[in-house]
C-alpha cells in the first residue's frame, strides 16, 4: 500500500507527538529521569495480593510519624499502613532508607510506595504520584537557645542554614532565599539530625526543619533549642507511588477517604500528634 504525501506527513506529525507526551510523562526528580518503571500487567494491587506483602518505603528517622523504639519501627505511618495493608488482606513490609534516595528507589522497585511524610511539592509531583493529603506541617527555622538575633527571614542573610538534602524545608528554603535575593549558604544533610548536630555543634547558624520534627527534637534536648522563625505555611503530606501505578494510588485515596469520614484518621492523629490536623476539605 502507497500513502500519499499528506497521508504520510499526517502519520510522522502524530507518531512525533506521541513521542512528545511519552516524553513529558517520563518522571524526573529534579530534573533527573528517574529509572524505567513498566507497571504489572495486570495492576500493581494484583501484585501485592498475589505475594501476599505491601512493602513500604520510610525513613525511620521522623518522629512521631516514623521512628525506631527499642528495636522495632513504629509510629503514625506505621500504623496508618497496617491498616491499608489489612485492607487489602496482606501483611506490610517496612524498608528504612536514606531520604536523599527514597524516590530513585521507588522506581528501581524496592518497594511498592511511599508512606514515610512525605511533603507534596510541585517539584516532586513531576516524579510521583500523590494521594490526597492525610497529614499537615508546617517549616520552622531553629537556632541555639538564648539566641534572638532572628526575627524575619531576611536577618538570615549571610548565614549558614542547615537542612535535610531533597526534604521539603530545602525546597521550600530554596524558593524564599530566591524570593527575597539573600545571600544564604545552605548545608543539606541527609538527615536532620545531621543538622541538628551542627547547629548544636555552631556549624551553621540555624536549621529549617518541620515543627513535628522540632518537636520532638526540643522533648529530647530541653533548653538547647528554640524556634526563631515561624512560617505560615503548612505542609500537606501524601502517600507517593509510581505515577504508573494508578491502581494502587486510586485505592489508597479511597481508603485516605473512608478514614477521614468514619474520625478515625482524627483519632490516629490524635494518638501520636495530640491534635487532629487541619487538612484540605476537598
Not at 504489572?40 to 523504639?69: H, K, T
Not at 511539592?121 to 499537615?136: I, N
Not at 530545602?170 to 544533610?189: M, P
Not at 479511597?254 to 501520636?272: P, V
Request: charged fraction near 20%; aromatic fraction near 10%; hydrophobic fraction near 45%.
Amino acid at each position: 500500500m502507497h500513502l500519499t504525501h499528506t497521508t504520510a506527513l499526517s502519520i510522522t506529525a502524530l507518531l512525533l507527538s506521541s513521542v512528545a507526551v511519552s516524553a513529558q510523562a517520563v518522571p524526573t526528580l529534579n530534573g533527573e529521569t528517574l529509572p524505567q518503571y513498566v507497571a504489572p500487567s495486570d495492576g500493581l494491587l494484583a501484585e501485592i495480593g498475589e505475594r501476599g506483602v505491601l512493602v513500604n518505603g520510610i525513613e525511620a528517622q521522623n518522629p512521631p510519624f516514623e521512628y525506631v523504639d527499642d528495636g522495632n519501627i513504629v509510629g503514625f505511618d506505621i500504623d496508618i499502613t497496617n491498616l491499608f495493608a489489612s485492607r487489602l488482606g496482606v501483611k506490610a513490609e517496612f524498608i528504612d532508607t536514606a531520604w536523599s534516595g527514597v524516590i530513585p528507589s521507588l522506581y528501581t522497585k524496592k518497594f511498592d510506595m511511599i508512606w514515610s511524610a512525605m511533603t507534596i511539592t510541585e517539584p516532586r509531583k513531576e516524579a510521583v504520584a500523590f494521594s490526597m493529603p492525610y497529614a499537615s506541617d508546617k517549616v520552622e527555622f531553629i537556632v541555639s537557645a538564648g539566641n534572638d538575633t532572628y526575627e524575619d527571614i531576611k536577618d538570615f542573610d549571610g548565614k549558614v542554614l542547615g537542612t535535610q538534602l531533597n526534604s521539603a524545608a530545602e525546597f521550600q528554603a530554596k524558593e524564599l532565599i530566591a524570593e527575597h535575593g539573600l545571600e544564604i549558604e545552605l548545608k543539606s544533610f541527609d538527615s536532620f539530625q545531621g543538622a541538628y548536630l551542627d547547629l548544636r555543634n555552631g556549624n551553621v547558624d540555624a536549621v529549617t526543619s518541620t515543627q513535628l520534627n522540632n518537636r520532638q527534637l526540643f522533648d529530647a534536648n530541653p533548653g538547647v533549642f528554640e524556634v526563631a522563625l515561624e512560617l505560615p505555611i503548612y505542609n500537606y503530606v501524601g502517600v507517593a507511588v509510581r505515577q504508573q501505578d494508578q491502581d494502587l494510588l486510586a485505592e489508597i485515596d479511597a481508603f485516605i477517604a473512608e478514614m477521614k469520614e468514619s474520625g478515625e484518621l482524627s483519632a490516629l492523629q490524635e494518638k501520636w500528634f495530640g491534635y487532629a490536623m487541619d487538612l484540605p476539605t476537598e
